[in-house]
């Protein structure tokens, strides 16, 4: 669905109290990640003045899922085998509900696509993807993921392949992958063993990746018992650059789901977010901002869940969270509104 563009008014000083800007006028610098936006002058005289902007919502990222069928993944969340199969509570079972789930709620703001190995129920990893990314995959997701683990884990050589696929791709919109793994890594590359561990190879091949231009977010599913599963999986997260931070791990487990979607919808290392820069006026001459939509004016609270909140401690930027951001992105609110307060 087309974006439609939003149209940003920031007023400086509504009850007419003065405010130096310090920092000089010119256009507005989202930088790369935030929304790109054209701002008219501003008088730097010593009052405050309107400043109208024209705001493009930032392109809705392409994401790859990278996913683990390896036979392992018929094991329970502990890695035992179960007396005539697992069934629901299998790994795979688990995870593919999980991320069709994640999929399916953010398939209007994310381009999702697919890509499983080992393909050929070996170490076998094919060219390309099992569902390209685009727009509204679930069902393509869905049906792709209908299908029963066989084979190893070839993640390195997987890893490999998805970032060729992704050098491919030649839309605008910021890039990652999401790596979905039980976490124990086969196959190296050109060995003779492919039950033999790989997972120096693979923290290595996802490094590569985000040092391509494609952070890796890391999806896992570790039993509680399982060390050397767990500590592999926090070392691809760390590797990948999209780690889970405040958390008990690294990468997102079945239960991170939530805040994972969270992450992809504000930004994490600034590809994704609704992030808005304030003009570098919003220093020590601002006391607060208040901000509201454009389409009726209802207040976004300041909220870092479901509202707004200023990326760091500068208050140069702020970011849109959560359903914020969404109704942004999907163009359900047309307009954002950002008054400050100046200081006396």
């Known amino acids: 669905m087309p974006m439609r563009p939003l149209n940003a008014i920031l007023v400086c000083g509504a009850l007419g109290l003065g405010c130096s800007s310090g920092k000089g006028a010119g256009p507005m610098d989202s930088g790369a990640a935030g929304f790109p936006a ?5 008088d730097v005289s010593g009052s405050c003045v309107q400043v109208s902007l024209t705001i493009q919502p930032p392109a809705p990222p392409d994401i790859l899922i990278v996913m683990d069928r390896s036979t392992s993944m018929n094991n329970d969340i502990n890695d035992q085998t ?3 199969g697992c069934g629901g509570s299998s790994k795979w079972s688990l995870l593919s509900a999980a991320l069709e789930n994640l999929v399916m709620t953010t398939e209007t703001t994310v381009n999702w696509g697919l890509k499983l ?5 070996q170490c076998g990893v094919t060219d390309g993807a099992d569902v390209g990314v685009g727009p509204s995959s679930a069902s393509a997701i869905q049906a792709a993921l209908a299908v029963s683990p066989a084979g190893y884990s070839p993640t390195e050589t997987a890893m490999a392949s998805a970032v060729a696929y ?3 791709l030649d839309d605008s919109s910021p890039k990652y992958i999401l790596l979905a793994t039980g976490g124990r890594p086969t196959c190296t590359p050109g060995g003779n063993d492919m039950t033999a561990d790989d997972s120096a190879g693979a923290e290595t091949a996802v490094a590569n990746a985000a040092a391509a231009g ?3 977010f890391v999806v896992g599913v570790a039993g509680s018992s399982d060390a050397l599963s767990t500590a592999t999986l926090n070392s691809l997260a760390a590797s990948g650059n999209e780690p889970q931070t405040g958390a008990a791990t690294a990468y997102y487990t079945l239960a991170d789901v939530a805040p994972l979607n969270l992450a992809l919808t504000n930004g994490s290392s600034g590809g994704t977010g609704c992030t808005i820069s304030l003009l570098g006026h919003a220093d020590a001459g601002v006391a607060s901002i208040s901000v509201t939509t454009g389409n009726g004016g209802a207040v ?6 479901n509202g707004w909140s200023y990326t760091d401690a500068t208050m140069s930027s702020i970011v849109l969270n959560g359903s914020a951001c969404t109704d942004v992105m999907n163009g359900a ?10 200081g006396g």
Do not use: H, K, L, R
């Not at 054209?38 to 501003?42: H, Q, S, V």
């Not at 609110?333 to 100046?342: F, P």
């Open 38 to 42: 054209e701002a008219g002058p501003m």
């Open 214 to 216: 494609f952070p890796t």
């Open 333 to 342: 609110d047309t307009g954002i509104t950002i008054s400050y307060d100046c």
């Open 300 to 305: 976004v609270p300041e909220d870092p869940i």
């Open 82 to 84: 179960c007396a005539g």
């Open 117 to 121: 190995f080992g393909n050929d129920d």
């Open 166 to 168: 992704m050098q491919e």
